[in-house]
């Protein structure tokens, strides 16, 4: 294997030094163009190609950012990283992926290999374990331009991109309710993150707004996974008045309530809906689809990009904490997908 070539190589080629090398090749003034031409030739002739990270760093700026999500094998995040990356690239920037595993220590260190690889900038979707969020208002006060998306923390004045959770699960529980159900239950997510704590109060205002008294048995804390959507549906099918429905928080946990439906020979959606919240590519998959709230993530993965870009080229202040929010739309695979907007 051949070493890569360095302006010392060159230099040395020539009987000259590396800073002329360099000021050469980056077209400096003070070098004739004969002598720019005789290193430009000798350069291609020795294959030699510039370090555009170190290049980059003497500017200023990487030209990378750093992205964290909580894991690459849900299809949500991998699609917001399909738009975050789709306008980087575009703008000129290489996407750096690291992920926590849902973990707060792995999210920390995911944040101190960024700070070491000195990317520009870095967008963040908080591990559901994560409950100390001293790492990020770190980076942040460090000048390392910082953003939220899908997973926020509200008054630690970072920025963030979400979708309106809260009417995403109104929307949900009314079409539930809409269907007939009246016995609703709802399958949660940790409190300690927004994103689940709008999405059961979503839940718990579409029921007082239909007159349906909202049962503190029907709402079961969940963990965001299919286990958690087996063994919380198992629980309301002990109860003496079982639901006739269950909005999960998100799709993985409604996949849960519907295995688990099935091992006890409960007809869906005949005798029992089930919606979830993220439009997983599995949903349509399954027997029978799954209703589910579409969180138009490649337009997540560009929103977050932009206002990420905005903070970089100070265009905002990195001070008082900005939200960027839209609404969801319902998917059902009954039906056409209605925009909510």
């Known amino acids: 294997m051949s070493l890569k070539v360095t302006l010392a190589d060159i230099a040395r080629k020539l ?9 050469a090749l980056n077209g400096d003034p003070s070098i004739s163009e004969k002598m720019k031409q005789k290193i430009r030739d000798t350069a291609r002739r020795m294959h030699y190609k510039p370090n555009k990270i170190a290049s980059s760093l003497r500017r200023g700026h ?24 789709t306008l980087a690239n575009t703008n000129g920037y290489n996407v750096l992926i690291y992920q926590s595993n849902e973990l707060q220590e792995t999210e920390v260190k995911g944040i101190e290999t960024f700070l070491s690889a000195r990317v520009d900038g870095i967008l963040v979707s908080i591990a559901k374990e994560t409950t100390d969020y001293s790492h990020f208002t770190a980076a942040k006060d460090s000048g390392i331009p910082i953003i939220f998306f899908d997973r926020s923390k509200d008054k630690i004045g ?35 993150l927004a994103i689940f704590k709008n999405r ?11 007159g349906i008294p909202i049962q503190e048995e029907y709402i079961i804390k969940g963990n965001v996974s299919v286990e958690s959507g087996r063994s919380a549906t198992a629980q309301l099918l002990q109860l003496k008045k079982k639901p006739d429905a269950v909005f999960a928080v998100e799709d993985f946990t409604a996949l849960g309530v519907i295995k688990e439906l099935k091992e006890h020979h409960v007809r ?73 907007q």
């Open 15 to 23: 009987n000259t030094t590396a800073a002329t090398v360099s000021r």
């Open 62 to 85: 990487s030209g990378i950012i750093g992205v964290i999500i909580p894991s690459a094998e849900i299809n949500f995040f991998g699609s917001v990283v399909h738009g975050i990356e």
């Open 158 to 192: 970072i920025h963030s991109v979400v979708i309106d959770d809260f009417k995403g699960a109104y929307l949900a529980t009314s079409h539930l309710i809409g269907q007939g159900y009246k016995r609703i239950a709802h399958i949660s997510g940790p409190q300690h």
């Open 200 to 210: 059961l109060k979503g839940y718990q205002k579409a029921l007082k707004d239909a």
């Open 268 to 340: 869906i959606p005949e005798d029992f809906g089930v919606i979830g919240f993220a439009n997983e590519s599995f949903g349509e998959y399954i027997t029978p689809a799954l209703s589910t709230m579409d969180q138009q993530t490649v337009e997540m993965g560009k929103h977050s990009f932009e206002l990420l870009m905005k903070l970089m080229n100070n265009e905002i202040s990195g001070h008082k904490e900005q939200k960027s929010c839209w609404n969801p739309c319902l998917y059902c695979g009954n039906q056409a997908c209605v925009r909510k």
